[in-house]
């Protein structure tokens, strides 16, 4: 048996519910399921709020939208109908304000997921927890739940995944009560010991257990594993990522429990297990407020027993170099943990200069940084890199930059001064730059580039340059491309590389046509000259916005997509329909305008046509992978519906759909224009 629970923001729409049957599916190739669920996220603060107002209809209703949207993005026809049935009988009794109504929102997330499930055609079988979970003052009678459970499984051998609710149980006079805010974790741990599970999960929203609260320490990471006594003192002293009375259970039944993220699922998270380490290892810093002092508790928790008085020595100077004055000296807890008492006001304060002390490198490694291209996106990475100094301690790294240029010689004075293993950022929109990327590569040096057109290029020089850096050990690297600083380019290649790759790649990443398209009003509007002539004024198109509007822009970031996909595409495989019509490309830009001007009326007709379809218009770009293994590539303008994802987006954002032989695709959304953004990712292309 393996138990998966989930937390609200786990199942908190139809979308982070369909991630929810990935990871069910992947667990039921492999043993019988007991999933057990939180409520949606935000359902049981609704839930209180609901009970504590004298007219809670309007709160009631807004919560059974939420569940009805999640129902309709689930089902359809029958098993919708089926569904809205069940969840408007529930909301039934919600609307009773009955006792406990907080017990109802695991109730409702349950019962969907269970019958999704069914749909997808799993032997599902939904527990009620209030008839199996036993407890009294959040604690439960583990001899009854035990047995309970162990009977209700036993009552359907052909049942491959059982859903229940966590949270909820029944006291012993019989009556609902809950095992407090967090209680799901203990409801899992209760059915993985019942049942002597092979494996417990709890999946959440974030990457396993931190060293620290990674909002209050950006610098905080993972701890692939922990012994079940430091993970209790973790959630003890604060940390939210598990509910305390979850550890007992599965530690007196020798069951490891696995910290997972739903949104990230190959991350292996954390392990939490019977473990003792070789030597004293310090695992984390954690925090408890005190309201009614003002004070809060930090815990730096270990495993095994390290010297006291050296821990004790290294927290006080850390505090000192802080500048925080704490409400105690700092002292020894229970042999392993250390803890001191500080004023709430500078507890983030003291979280951080502790997990500095004890979990941070504070070397940073240099590195020698040369832009080309001194524009909007070259100023903007400066405007970055000097606000904090060039230092970028989270990833280890000082960026130095020694020169910034949009001389056209730039290139030969970095190759006859820069050491290896400086980095080169292309920041141009050169058409030719690329062609001294080679001889970068051969003197040792890495290339980061935003420019689309350095990669645009032939696939022979594409995939030369490619080789070049690796036959040199460089890397080269350009998520900026594409998208901006969406992570478009590394989703498709790590999907190229780990699999049979995409089936389609839909996107629409022209920011000026987009902008265009979604600004067009119509009638009562600025007509499309007008909107065309101010973009082309703000610099958001070609000094011939012709270019534009013909697809070259969105052809070059399609050549890209598709060569991380690994499909060696030619401009000449593309088929471009350009938005406007082969007269419109003829003659001057001044008879172009004119031309647009005159035909206004005609584009009005087609808003008004798109209006009343409940259409409108996008400029797609795609790939698409044919039976035989050939790949058809266009470009064109394409009419969309409300279940599009493109019919969403508006002015200059961009969203990309990667199709893949799973049931759901990626979809990549975010803003595809804008300096900083851009310089951001060249950032993060050169500090991975």
């Not at 138990?3 to 609200?8: C, D, N, S, T």
């Not at 939904?126 to 309970?148: E, F, I, M, N, Q």
């Not at 407020?289 to 020595?313: F, H, K, M, Q, Y």
């Not at 082309?536 to 000094?543: A, F, R, S």
Request: contains cysteine; neutral net charge; hydrophobic residues 40%.
């Amino acid at each position: 048996m393996i138990v998966l629970k989930f937390g609200g923001s786990s199942v908190a729409n139809a979308t982070a519910m369909s991630r929810v049957l990935d990871i069910v599916e992947q667990a039921a190739a492999k043993d019988r399921v007991i999933l057990v669920s939180s409520a949606i996220s935000g359902c049981t603060d609704a839930l209180i709020q609901i009970g504590a107002q004298e007219d809670p209809e309007q709160l009631i209703d807004a919560l059974e939208h939420r569940h009805l949207a999640i129902i309709s993005r689930l089902f359809t026809g029958r098993e919708r109908q089926d569904a809205v049935a069940e969840c408007r009988d529930t909301f039934s009794e919600i609307r009773c304000i009955p006792p406990v109504i907080e017990s109802f929102g695991e109730l409702l997330s349950t019962r969907i997921i269970a019958r999704k499930l069914a749909c997808e055609g799993f032997k599902t079988q939904w527990l009620d927890s209030r008839d199996l979970v036993c407890a009294s003052g959040g604690t439960a009678d583990t001899s009854k739940t035990y047995a309970a459970i162990q009977k209700a499984v036993e009552q359907y051998p052909q049942a491959r995944v059982f859903v229940a609710p966590g949270f909820i149980a029944r006291d012993p006079q019989g009556r609902v009560c809950t095992l407090g805010r967090g209680g799901s974790d203990y409801s899992a741990s209760l059915y993985a010991a019942a049942t002597s599970a092979a494996d417990l999960q709890i999946w959440t929203d974030v990457p396993g257990i931190m060293t620290t609260n990674p909002k209050l320490v950006a610098a905080a990471r993972t701890i692939p594993e922990i012994s079940y006594t430091a993970a209790f003192d973790m959630a003890r002293y604060g940390a939210k990522v598990l509910y305390a009375p979850a550890v007992a259970p599965a530690r007196e039944a020798g069951i490891a429990i696995g910290i997972r993220n739903t949104f990230d699922p190959a991350n292996p998270g954390t392990v939490i297990c019977s473990r003792t380490p070789g030597v004293p290892e310090f695992k984390g810093v954690a925090s408890l407020d005190n309201p009614s002092d003002g004070s809060t508790l930090v815990c730096l928790i270990s495993e095994g027993a390290p010297d006291p008085s050296a821990a004790v020595r290294r927290i006080g100077t850390a505090l000192r170099e802080a500048g925080i004055q704490p409400l105690g000296e700092p002292e020894c807890s229970e042999g392993s943990n250390f803890i001191v008492k500080v004023r709430t006001n500078v507890a983030r304060s003291t979280v951080a200069a502790i997990h500095r002390e004890f979990f941070e490198q504070r070397a940073l490694s240099a590195i020698d940084v040369y832009v080309a291209g001194n524009g909007a996106v070259g100023k903007a990475l400066a405007s970055i890199v000097e606000a904090c100094g060039g230092a970028f301690p989270n990833a280890g790294k000082q960026l130095n930059i020694k020169a910034i240029s949009s001389d056209h010689t730039f290139v030969d004075e970095v190759l006859s001064s820069a050491r290896s293993r400086s980095v080169f950022v292309d920041c141009t929109d050169s058409t030719d730059i690329w062609q001294k990327f080679i001889p970068l590569f051969n003197a040792g040096i890495n290339v980061v580039t935003s420019n689309r057109r350095s990669l645009a290029v032939p696939y022979v020089d594409y995939a030369a340059m490619k080789a070049a850096a690796a036959q040199n050990g460089c890397f080269f690297r350009y998520d900026t491309t594409v998208g901006n600083a969406l992570p478009i380019l590394q989703s498709i290649s790590d999907g190229a590389n780990c699999g049979d790759g995409p089936t389609l790649i839909e996107a629409v990443v022209s920011c000026t046509l987009n902008h265009l398209v979604t600004s067009y009003k119509g009638v009562g509007g600025e007509s499309l000259a007008d909107l065309l002539c101010k973009a082309q004024k703000e610099g958001l198109t070609e000094p011939d916005p012709r270019i534009d509007l013909g697809g070259r822009d969105a052809l070059r970031k399609l050549l890209i997509l598709s060569r991380e996909a690994g499909v060696p595409l030619e401009e000449s495989d593309v088929q471009i329909t350009p938005m406007l019509d082969p007269e419109y490309f003829r003659g001057s830009l001044e008879e172009f305008y004119r031309r647009l001007q005159n035909d206004e009326p005609r584009f009005q007709r087609l808003e008004k046509d798109l209006r009343a379809t409940g259409e409108r218009q996008r400029f797609v770009a795609s790939l698409r992978r044919n039976p035989d293994g050939t790949f058809k590539a266009e470009i064109r303008m394409r009419r969309v519906g409300i279940d599009s994802p493109f019919y969403w987006i508006n002015g200059t954002e961009n969203v990309t759909i990667i199709h893949s032989n799973d049931a759901y695709p990626l979809v990549i959304k975010g803003s595809g224009e804008g300096a900083r953004l851009a310089a951001s990712g060249i950032i993060r292309n050169i500090l991975q």
